[in-house]
């Protein structure tokens, strides 16, 4: 089975704060690799796919990168409404399996 | 506009069974594999299993597999999870979700409100 290991598990930042969240994957994913956002008693919300696109309708502050086994989700200026948890997904082979999740909080 | 829309859930004893059901629209329901995945109390998401178009392929996490069997009626745009020998351990929001709809086909695009079980 593919594990990912995601950090960190939390995360202090402020509006406007550049923050990265990285999601290691214990074998090579082809790419493989989606990005959520869920807030609190809600569905979570696709932000990225295929490691580096951006889902229709999602801002472009958000973006997402690739080197080998690790993968980056970026949000280039934090907005009062991006404070949420994150999670990463592999696709590449079954079982699928999620990160342990990224929690973003107010500083 | 996709939508997905679970409903089922509820309060079982351990040991008991539920059925949860999944009715889509707003797209060609036969065409996509589905998926259910669920989130434990303040825990983080957890896939559950998958159904292909034609239910040629099936998957499911091993902590599930042997009690859960997941299903589709494509001539009633509905998804299905039949769940046995609950455990405490299931008690969890599960979320239906489509797989590559509006994006790729590697994602989970559209995702229902999540319908919430309880065994105790």
């Known amino acids: 089975d593919i594990q990912l290991t995601q950090s960190p598990s939390f995360l202090s930042a402020s509006v406007g704060d550049r923050v990265t969240i990285t999601c290691r994957a214990s074998?090579?994913?082809?790419?493989?690799l989606a990005w959520y956002q869920q807030k609190p008693g809600k569905a979570p919300n696709l932000l990225i796919y295929?490691?580096?696109t951006l889902q229709s309708g999602v801002p472009s502050r958000f973006s997402g990168s690739e080197s080998g086994t690790e993968f980056t989700l970026t949000i280039s200026s934090l907005q009062p409404e991006d404070f949420a948890t994150y999670y990463c997904?592999?696709?590449?082979?079954?079982?699928?399996?999620f990160g342990g999740g990224t929690k973003v909080e107010i500083k | 506009e996709v939508q997905v829309v679970e409903s089922g859930g509820g309060l079982v004893k351990p040991g008991g069974s539920l059925r949860l059901s999944c009715v889509a629209s707003?797209?060609?329901?036969?065409?996509?594999?589905m998926n259910w995945v669920r989130q434990a109390p303040g825990k983080g998401l957890e896939w559950v299993s998958s159904?292909?178009?034609?239910?040629?392929?099936?998957y499911y996490a091993d902590s599930v597999r042997g009690r859960f069997t997941i299903s589709r009626d494509n001539a009633k745009n509905s998804l299905y999870l039949q769940m046995s020998s609950l455990r405490a351990e299931d008690t969890a929001v599960y979320y239906c979700?489509?797989?590559?709809?509006?994006?790729?086909?590697?994602?989970?695009?559209?995702w229902g409100q999540g319908t919430l079980v309880t065994v105790s």
């Open positions: 074998q090579g994913l082809s790419n493989y």
């Open positions: 997904q592999q696709l590449n082979s079954y079982p699928l399996t």
């Open positions: 295929a490691a580096s």
């Open positions: 159904i292909s178009r034609s239910s040629d392929f099936i």
């Open positions: 979700a489509t797989k590559g709809v509006t994006a790729a086909p590697n994602c989970f695009d559209s």
């Open positions: 707003g797209f060609s329901f036969s065409s996509y594999t």
